[in-house]
């Protein structure tokens, strides 16, 4: 009998912890919606911008593939989003058709692009 209480305790450890990341998928969605994220963005990988072009900004299954395993990639990136980047430094260059992210700190507080980041962060690239 205990193994049968085991594997259900399992299983409802794993279905509660599915509707909790499910929750702070379209708690995230949102928040990049209303933030103006998704302007420039996308979630997946492949799509195109305005008339056809590259999208303007890259994908964030494609940055979370760059950034996995990358020490200090939450602080830096979550930087990018408050205060933009340098157009002259894209290591997107020539993959989407904007040369810089414009700095957010009138679109979106410090803790929440935090936490947007760290979302982004967890994706799983593209297979």
């Known amino acids: 009998m205990k193994p049968l ?15 909790a ?11 990049a919606t209303n933030s103006g994220c998704l302007t420039c963005h996308q979630i997946e990988p492949g799509g195109k911008g305005p008339d056809g ?3 303007i900004g890259p994908a964030w299954k494609d940055v979370s593939a760059r950034y996995q395993g990358v ?11 408050m205060t933009g980047s340098n157009p002259y430094a894209s290591h997107w260059k ?3 058709s904007g040369l810089a ?5 009138v679109a979106i507080t410090e803790q929440n692009a935090r936490a947007l ?11």
Request: glycine letters at 8%.
């Open 5 to 19: 209480i085991s594997c259900l305790i399992g299983a409802l450890a794993t279905g509660v912890a599915a509707v």
């Open 53 to 55: 072009l590259p999208p």
């Open 117 to 127: 980041v760290g979302w982004i962060l967890s994706l799983e690239p593209k297979k």
């Open 101 to 105: 992210m414009p700095p957010n700190e």
């Open 21 to 31: 990341l499910a929750a702070d998928d379209a708690a995230m969605r949102k928040l």
């Open 94 to 96: 020539g993959k989407v």
């Open 71 to 81: 020490s200090g990639a939450s602080d830096t990136l979550t930087r990018t989003v």
